[in-house]
């Protein structure tokens, strides 16, 4: 059965420090990817996406991800993270681009001043 | 603007009575789905509906209904609500051409 992973439940960084959270799946076709941020108290937000093509995917507020077909992985980064990065970051994988997608169970990003 | 809106944002209730969340896109998307949220857990995914009348059951869909009799709507009804059934509830929708899903602002749901 798919599953996704995300191994680091808590991560701290310094402000202005470099960022990558960790993403696994495991499924059996080369799977639709998405990385969605969940401000406290609010909604989700998509960040971005990766569906063909270049694995290395840019998205908003500066992330991107890189595909790794050999690794079965979708690691999440962005170069200096800012006070306001500081949420929880959800990993999520689906197997047609129009059917539901399993989220991973989420990092939560914590910002030191 | 496109979204998906939830009403209500907040609910306590108690055991067993019978309850509604209703959820609204505005983007003629076909793809719409329930997830629960807990912490540690991640979304769990309740139910969701592929279009108007077809309705599957997601992974955690014991205690659920949902109906699908509009293509903009989506309600999530709970007959008779119990505690373990106390989470936040998300709503989403998806549709060409973006395929990614938009969610709704969040229902917290407290059963006592």
């Known amino acids: 059965a798919q599953s996704v992973t995300q191994p680091d439940i808590h991560i701290t960084v310094s402000e202005g420090a470099s960022l990558e959270l960790r993403c696994n799946y495991s499924y059996g076709a080369t799977p639709y990817l998405f990385w969605y941020v969940q401000s406290p108290g609010q909604g989700l937000q998509l960040l971005l996406k990766y569906f063909s093509g270049d694995t290395l995917v840019q998205g908003i507020k500066g992330f991107e991800a890189e595909f790794k077909r050999s690794q079965s992985s979708f690691n999440l980064r962005k170069p200096s993270v800012h006070w306001s990065d500081a949420a929880e970051y959800f990993c999520?994988?689906?197997?047609?681009?129009?059917?539901?997608?399993?989220f991973g169970k989420g990092t939560r990003l914590h910002i030191l001043p | 603007e496109a979204q998906v809106t939830q009403n209500p944002r907040y609910l306590i209730t108690v055991t067993g009575k019978k309850l509604t969340v209703t959820c609204s896109q505005n983007?003629?998307?076909?793809?719409m789905s329930w997830y629960r949220q807990d912490p540690g857990l991640g979304l769990r995914q309740i139910y969701y509906s592929m279009n108007v009348e077809v309705t599957d059951k997601g992974d955690v869909p014991e205690g659920y209904k949902v109906s699908r009799k509009e293509k903009r709507n989506f309600p999530l009804i709970l007959e008779s609500p119990s505690p373990n059934q106390t989470s936040l509830y998300f709503c989403?929708?998806?549709?060409?051409?973006?395929?990614?899903?938009?969610f709704g602002p969040g229902t917290r749901l407290t059963v006592t």
């Open positions: 989403a929708s998806m549709g060409p051409p973006e395929y990614e899903q938009y």
């Open positions: 983007m003629n998307h076909e793809y």
């Open positions: 999520a994988v689906g197997l047609n681009r129009d059917d539901k997608i399993i």
